[in-house]
């Protein structure tokens, strides 16, 4: 068998093509049994069960685990089952055709791609805000008073990339305060600034008042007046495609509740 | 050794004392080579696999705004990552060429004890997740490190954060590539003909030098490359230990990570750069390899 390049190369496309017919010819299967299950699940209210996928804003991470257990604990035949990254990431999954039956987005942009692609059903309501908090390692090394400290060149300081919604929140608040930050590195996320932190390898950053009370002992928090100028809202919304449409109505409404607003605040969150 | 084994490798006495070799291309050895059969229980799972790793190139080919592609290019701070991309690579190669081709002979060739441990060892990097080999690299060189510490209260000066600690970062994940290539090669290598040198008076160093660097050039090149390509994408122990700012400490991959937050049309761009850049690099030193060895 001797073959060129290039009928190797043919011999790829072609199973490629077959590959992707294979797939197309298993969706039928699928959609009837979706079909089924919710046509089954549709006739009892207050019996919610299956499964529940939730696609939360990496941030609530802590909070929405927590509250699975009090979920479940009214629901036991309903099976939460969560995907925590950065917003952005989630709504292009979603709008990719993800199962997912919630979507709590930590900003109000990442929202908006969602409803814009018609991927949302209903409107989008904001149940929690976040603002940002000035962060050091345990007992202030470099003696951080104030936002005005950033713009210091002698201290090693971080803050989220201007692309990440932290860092155009920073940025927000910089321009506010009249400063022009002097900083050492643009952070990929809130994880990767408070890891430097924690580390001591760096002097300052700027996250969420709730990555504070989330990193523990390691990390102080200070506040500073222009943060009000960078309030960050949370909507969350129950998505047109969503495989198990009661439980998911049942989540938003758990989440808007009295339980679900104490929770968030002892995170650090506040209401709306 | 049989004799066409050794042509094989190229490698002739060029005079009649024997005491140097030539690299020589055995046209007859190949030839015959290239037009071996395929069979079809490697034929059928190497389509697989070449359809595994194009595929995905292919995904971002269809979906790159090739009319933007332009104006990306012409923005200055892509050229910027791209020029910090290349510099940082090749200095993290040469690096690691320096370190890690000394490493490679004592794992083949010296008779030290506890050899398989530090194989393990110097290969751990390649295990590790990257963003905590960057975390590894604070504790021992960030200002609160082991050594950084020292190197901070003693004269003022912080690794983190500045273009050589890009250069280590990429260094600690790369490196083991290089060792693993280099080894591997000194392995396959003829030991004789260092025992030859050996004989003929040569010492230590000098048999290293003119018998065996020559001898594993390839397995060195190849080894090379795998360090050049592994360094050109390296992401989390960058962006961990060097953090990210344009100018620098912003690589490309940490340019096209950053780019896909919002602007995914962007980072396919940004990606595609990358890979055109590293292709266009890989073949043109490819092609010097092969005309030299001609």
Known sequence: MNLTVRQLLAVVAALFLALTACGGGKDVPA??????????????????????????????????????????????????????????????????????????????????????????????????????????????????????????????????????????????????????????????????????????????????????????????????????????????????????PDAAQAWVEFILSDVGAAALETAGFRSP | MSDPDLLERGLRPTSATGSRWRRRTPKVVSSQRTGAKIPLALLIPAIVGIAFLVLPMVGLLIRAPWSELLVRLAEPEVGQALRLSVFTATLATLASMVLGIPIAWVLARSAIRGRSILRALVTVPLVLPPVVGGVALFLVLGRRGIIGAWLYDTFGFSLPFTTTAVVIAETFVAMPFLVISVEGALRAADA???????????????????????????????????????????????????????????????????????????????????????????????????????
């Open chain 1, 31 to 244: 959609a009837d049994s979706t079909g089924e299950e919710s046509s089954a699940a549709a006739p009892s209210e207050n019996t919610l069960s299956g499964p529940l996928t939730v696609f939360a804003g990496a941030s609530l991470t802590d909070v929405f685990t927590e509250l699975a257990e009090l979920f479940t604990a009214d629901h036991p035949d309903v099976e939460v089952t969560f995907n925590f990254g950065p917003s952005s990431g989630l709504a292009t999954q979603i709008n990719q055709g993800a199962p997912a039956d919630v979507f709590a987005s930590a900003n109000t942009s990442q929202m908006d791609v969602v409803t814009q692609d018609g991927s949302a059903a209903g409107e989008p309501t904001v149940f929690t805000e976040n603002v940002l908090q000035i962060a050091v390692p345990a007992g202030n090394p470099a003696n951080i008073a104030d936002l005005a400290d950033f713009a210091n060149p002698d201290l090693t300081l971080a803050i989220c990339a201007p692309r990440v919604p932290c860092g155009a929140a920073a940025e927000t608040v910089f321009a506010a305060a009249g400063i022009t930050p002097s900083v050492d590195s643009l952070e990929e996320d809130v994880r990767a600034a408070l890891t430097k932190v924690e580390l001591g390898e760096v002097d300052a950053t700027l996250v969420y008042v709730t990555d504070v009370i989330a990193a523990g002992d390691s990390v102080e928090g200070i506040d500073f007046p222009e943060t009000e100028e960078a309030v960050n809202a949370y909507p969350i919304v129950t998505l047109a495609a969503a495989p198990n």
């Open chain 2, 192 to 294: 004789r003909f260092e025992d030859a040198a050996a004989t003929l008076g040569a010492n230590g160093w000098s048999t290293f030098r003119r018998v065996t660097l020559p001898l594993v050039a390839p397995g060195i090149a190849a080894g090379a490359v795998l360090c050049w390509a592994r360094a050109l994408g390296e992401f989390g122990a960058t962006i961990t230990f060097a953090g990210n700012f344009p100018g620098t400490t912003q690589t490309m991959p940490l340019a096209v990570y950053l780019a896909l937050q919002n602007d995914p049309e962007a980072a396919i761009v940004l990606s595609l750069v990358l890979l055109v850049v590293s292709l266009a690099t890989l073949t043109l030193l490819r092609e010097r390899w092969l005309t030299r060895a001609r």
